[in-house]
């Protein structure tokens, strides 16, 4: 977590926070019990801690100037497997590793890595899909525009069958936002960014110095990403 700090990616810990807290609410009402409530709800914090490998891409002052391109895109869509190699270096669970993995597959197979369907994606990463996605249409991106509380919810309810598992999208929206009821509440429940993040496990036996390795990995430098030419898309 220190190494957001570093590259400031305040606002992505904010982000895997509130996902967090959504994950594990959904866990809560489906009565799942209190080790996978744990699970889902460390996956939905460092869910997208493999980002800090594309700094240079995500978060240069240059790319928030212009949509992504092609190329970068195939780039960045290998984030969840870098918050993978990272998490499962560590030594975190299968369980959190894979939610963390298959987080952006589509329940009708349209996602990636791998392309997994259905009940072949991972519970827990089903979970996680639906919070990730909520919590990322309530901020400005490269992509797209922030959208109100109403549009996100209309979103998920647009997509259940395609990109989301319907029944985790019928609980999201009918019992865990059940008091988000105006963009006032849920911007009070964003100011947990503020807090002191929940402790995670990380064993005494990691070397410090491979961690820090594994981070730098794969950091593009400036000069080439100047390099790729920009073409105009429009966003989405």
């Given at each position: 977590?220190?190494?957001?700090?570093d590259?400031?990616?305040?606002?992505?810990l904010?982000?895997?926070?509130?996902?967090?807290?959504?994950?594990?609410?959904?866990?809560?009402?489906?009565?799942?019990?209190?080790?996978v409530?744990?699970?889902?709800?460390l996956?939905g914090?460092?869910?997208?801690?493999?980002?800090?490998?594309?700094a240079?891409?995500?978060?240069?002052?240059?790319?928030?100037?212009?949509?992504?391109?092609?190329?970068?895109m195939?780039?960045?869509?290998?984030?969840?497997?870098?918050?993978?190699?990272?998490?499962?270096?560590?030594?975190?669970?299968?369980?959190?590793?894979?939610?963390?993995?298959y987080?952006?597959?589509?329940?009708?197979?349209?996602?990636?890595?791998?392309?997994?369907?259905?009940e072949?994606?991972?519970?827990?990463?089903?979970?996680?899909a639906?919070?990730?996605?909520?919590?990322?249409?309530?901020?400005?991106?490269?992509?797209?525009?922030?959208?109100?509380?109403?549009?996100?919810?209309?979103?998920?309810?647009?997509?259940?069958?395609?990109?989301?598992?319907?029944?985790?999208?019928?609980?999201?929206?009918?019992?865990?936002l059940?008091?988000?009821k105006?963009?006032?509440?849920?911007?009070?429940?964003?100011?947990?960014?503020s807090?002191?993040?929940?402790?995670?496990?990380?064993?005494?036996?990691i070397?410090?110095?491979e961690?820090?390795?594994?981070?730098?990995?794969?950091?593009?430098?400036?000069?080439k990403?100047?390099?790729?030419?920009k073409?105009s898309?429009?966003?989405?």
């Amino acid at each position: 977590m220190g190494r957001i700090v570093d590259y400031n990616l305040t606002e992505e810990l904010a982000h895997g926070t509130y996902v967090s807290c959504l994950a594990r609410d959904v866990a809560k009402e489906l009565d799942l019990d209190g080790d996978v409530q744990q699970n889902i709800a460390l996956a939905g914090l460092l869910h997208d801690i493999g980002k800090l490998t594309l700094a240079n891409y995500l978060y240069g002052e240059e790319q928030l100037e212009s949509p992504l391109v092609i190329e970068e895109m195939k780039y960045v869509r290998m984030h969840p497997m870098k918050s993978f190699e990272i998490l499962k270096r560590i030594g975190y669970s299968d369980s959190i590793c894979d939610t963390v993995r298959y987080h952006h597959e589509n329940y009708d197979g349209s996602g990636y890595p791998e392309g997994l369907s259905g009940e072949a994606i991972p519970f827990l990463a089903r979970v996680c899909a639906v919070a990730n996605a909520f919590t990322g249409m309530q901020r400005d991106s490269v992509l797209l525009p922030s959208r109100s509380f109403e549009e996100s919810l209309s979103v998920l309810e647009a997509h259940a069958g395609t990109w989301f598992d319907p029944e985790i999208v019928d609980v999201f929206v009918g019992e865990t936002l059940k008091e988000l009821k105006t963009e006032r509440e849920l911007r009070r429940l964003r100011e947990i960014k503020s807090q002191k993040p929940a402790e995670v496990f990380i064993p005494d036996s990691i070397d410090e110095s491979e961690l820090d390795a594994l981070f730098k990995q794969n950091i593009q430098s400036n000069s080439k990403r100047q390099s790729i030419k920009k073409t105009s898309r429009k966003p989405g």
